[in-house]
């Protein structure tokens, strides 16, 4: 175990500093008709618990892929990839599906809730292919709705929300498992820049809770809320650093205009 | 997750396009029941035709003079004069699986009463010919052993001749008269209807003495027919052999040689006549079954539509956990909860069917539980087999593709 200290992190964390991730010479080949697309060439990363990484790079620069390894919606072509001890590369399918279902939780750009169909039964949806009743999944979706605040809106369909609402929908969907990682594809890529502090608030709120999230985006704007940056290029780590000065994004909306203004 | 969860869902993902369920369902709709009304339609008929055949003793058999050819020319039937009385005996007297026999002869006649004519068939038989065919008198009686021996001028009628000389005026001891020969009529029998077998009115007749027939009428002392019941509908067969080899030898048929009569087996005849209804049946079910294939290859299409269209909402569902096997079965249910309720609506639109073609056509339809039953089964094969391919594709997207899809 490792035991670099991070004097940012509260005391209140369990099992701090034990390492969730851990991937080792990582690489990821495409066949595109004749050529092959080298996109991951060799990266190798550790994240314990408790950390709030943002991932940052040009398109193509290979962040896009190495999130699907991270999310286990794909596998790596070479190198191993370690969640929670287990090591990914080596499940079938229907465990890696079972891997999401627990470990995993997804956030996206373009929200992907279900249309016509509520905010409650969308954060409900993952609960639907885990092993709980009904009674709990419902119990827990309604929970995870209030920590987003979004308690008065369970009946809402996403056509009746805001983007952020929708985003906040999509978070507690992402938290409903009671997942060990949280995994963001530019979750503010869709959204105007105060509302994108507001969503940032609820990750540095999330990680103060003891929540590790994963974040990719292309904003320097929104990556300076996490603690600690890595950017890709060419398929590889360009640059892993510590942020030293993180504003806490609750005191960042103080500043914004508000859209009525 | 269980099947109570599955159904729901998937009955919430058509709920949400209710015009495009209701489209695809109505090719189940009008499969499943043009089946069940053709099967009906046809039960009902072949029903009808083996009432009528018990209805006309189904250990009969008919004995007819035979067909001959001669100088070339090929006669019609009756044309042989070696079919006569003894022959009938003979049978009686040698043929253990022969119960009773009756000879006949036909002819036909102008039949007036009063102002009223009618053209008809005169038979021409003994009063044992009534019990072997079954058919009782609805007035009067039979006329008597007594009366052929003496070839009284006496007749029993059909029903469609006594309503077309008679009407309502009592028939019964009247005095009609046969190509000018006056007959009382002393019977009245009971209506037939229409053979089904063989397609013509039974109740368009006019039944005397034999001997009345062949000495006043026809003038020929040979015999048409030799209506005969065997001792039980098994022993028919066994009758009709015997028959056979007796006239053979009693006409003297050298081996190899055409018979110069026939026998003809009315428990075979059943048969024919089953066999008949039940091919009509198959036909009719047949067409009818191309429907619902149709019905399915639309619910097929109409999932494929809706596989592409909820791609983004496949891939969804596999990031959040769903394996291939739960997208599959909510697929798979969709296309089977489509085509049951189609089955239960087809149901009952081919109950109504066969309800409005026995009120409106007077044809008996006959719809058994057990094709309901088949019809369920069949729809539920029908969206498992044209679901099944829908479904496969939409399990074996690859979710990150399915999660950028435009």
Redesign the interface.
Known sequence: MATTSQPDMKATIKQDHETIILVREVHKYYELGETRVHALRGVSIEIKRGEFVTIMGASGSGKSTFM?IL?C??KPSAGRYLLENIEVSSLS??EL??I???KIG?V?QGF?L?A??TALENVE??T???RIS?AEGEKRSREALALVGLGDRVAHFPSQLSGGQQQRVAIA?ALV?RPSILLADEPTGNLDSRTSVEIMDIFQNLNDEGLTIVLVTHEPDIARFAKRSIQFRDGRIHRDERIQTRPRASEVIQNLPKLED | MDLLAIVRIALRALGRNKMRSILTMLGIIIGVGAVIAMLGVGQGARQTVQEQIQAMGSNLLFVGAGTVTRSGMHMGWGSTKSLIYDDMLAIMRECPAAHTAAPGSSSSGQVVFGNDNWATRVNGTEPQYFDIRTWPFQEGTSFTQNDVEMAANVAVIGETVRKNLFGATDSIGQTIRINNLPFRVVGVLVPKGTSAAMGDDQDDIIIVPITTLQKKMTGQNWLRWIMVSAVSRQASYAAQQQIAALLRDRHRIRPGADDDFFVRNLADLADVADEAGRVMTLLLASIAAVSLIVGGIGIMNIMLVSVTERTREIGVRMAVGATERDVQQQFLTEAVVLSLFGGGMGILFGLSASYLITKTLGWPVLVSPVVIVIAVLFSMAVGVFFGFYPARRAAQLDPIEALRYE
């Open positions: 699907n999310g919606l794909d399918k229907k599906a079972a999401r279902n627990h997804f996206f992907n279900l016509r169909t949806l993952p639907l292919y885990a009904k969907r498992n």
